[in-house]
């Protein structure tokens, strides 16, 4: 089992910063794909960043492109978000989560096994 807990979210201006962190539990933790996926108010999740087992293999969605970076730090079982440039957009729960089988990257809400509860983020115009 892999349990995740997100943290950092909260309020910023437009054009600010904010670095999402979620901590996983489990001993297998480095051998597990991570992904962070984000739910605005009536619509559905979407996916955000994916990172896999090593950290050499990344992939985002269009929008976040050149203003968020997916990390991770397999010795303190941390996987970080760095939302740069934030727009109100951006604005959503945010929530990590971990395949359960693969360590390779995947965008689809169906790949992933294990998440956490969700962090709030939102944006201020």
């Known amino acids: 089992q892999v349990h995740v807990r997100e943290s950092g979210g909260g309020l910023v201006q437009a054009g600010g910063s904010l670095r999402l962190s979620c901590a996983a539990s489990?001993?297998?933790?480095?051998?597990?794909?991570m992904g962070w996926f984000r739910q605005a108010p009536g619509k559905e999740r979407e996916f955000v960043a994916t990172?896999?087992?090593?950290?050499?293999?990344?992939y985002y969605v269009d929008s976040v492109k050149g203003r968020f970076t997916i990390s991770r730090d397999n010795a303190k079982n941390t996987v970080y978000l760095q939302m740069n440039s934030l727009k109100p957009e951006d604005t959503a729960v945010y929530y990590c989560?971990?395949?359960?089988?693969?360590?390779?990257?995947?965008?689809?809400?169906?790949?992933?096994?294990?998440w956490g509860q969700g962090t709030q983020v939102t944006v201020s115009s």
């Open positions: 489990g001993r297998t933790f480095s051998s597990n794909a």
């Open positions: 990172i896999n087992w090593s950290g050499s293999s990344a």
């Open positions: 989560a971990a395949r359960g089988l693969s360590s390779v990257i995947a965008a689809a809400t169906r790949d992933y096994n294990y």
